[in-house]
């Protein structure tokens, strides 16, 4: 199964909380702005993702999500 994981950029305050639990240090804050003035997350290291959820658990404003794509078939 493939899945997306997906940053809602202009929910996100940059807390780092995702940031902090990741096992895989997938998430790192940006640098540059959302238009609420705070640095968002985003995934510097995608291919590393395993879609544990962890990040979206812990994340208090419900900007990150990963859901179940379906798999194109031939």
Do not use: W
């Not at 940006?30 to 291919?47: H, L, M, W």
């Amino acid at each position: 199964m493939a899945y997306k994981h997906k940053v809602e950029d202009d929910r996100c305050k940059g807390c780092g909380l995702c940031v902090a639990v990741c096992p895989k240090n997938v998430l790192e804050i940006s640098e540059d702005i959302n238009t609420k003035g705070y640095f968002p997350v985003y995934q510097a290291r995608p291919e590393d993702c395993i879609h544990c959820a962890i990040c979206c658990t812990m994340c208090p404003d419900v900007a990150i999500t990963i859901t179940e794509i379906a798999e194109e078939t031939v």
